[in-house]
């Protein structure tokens, strides 16, 4: 499975980005049943897990970024995009997507910086 996310950028406060990750490659006849993830790493940190959608449609976020973010996915495009709204410094990350136990491979993610 290749793993590949796209639409960062910078973008000053309060801006609005829509990220995109399309999964490719051998385990595609399983993406509709896959939960998946949308993840980010900060300099200097860890990466964690921002966004959930299930294969059911139902969606999860963490509580900063609850309100702000809103996930959703294509199954006929083996897409998941991230709509982000009001950004803020704090949002500043490569994003990177995955099924929901990050067992594929990790792609090279996508860098967005939000500047004050």
């Known amino acids: 499975v290749q793993l590949q996310a796209s639409g960062g950028g910078v973008v000053q406060v309060g801006g609005s980005l829509r990220l995109s990750c399309r999964a490719s490659?051998?385990?595609?006849?399983?993406?509709?049943?896959?939960?998946m993830g949308w993840y980010r790493q900060a300099p200097g940190k860890q990466r964690d897990l921002v966004a959930q959608?299930?294969?059911?449609?139902?969606?999860y976020y963490i509580n900063s970024v609850k309100g702000r973010f809103t996930i959703s996915r294509d199954n006929s495009r083996r897409t998941v995009y991230p709509q982000m709204n009001s950004l803020e410094p704090e949002d500043t990350a490569i994003y990177y997507c995955?099924?929901?136990?990050?067992?594929?491979?990790w792609g090279q993610g996508t860098q967005v910086t939000v500047s004050s």
């Open positions: 995955n099924e929901d136990l990050a067992t594929w491979p």
């Open positions: 959608i299930t294969s059911g449609g139902s969606t």
């Open positions: 490659g051998s385990i595609l006849s399983v993406f509709n049943s896959k939960d």
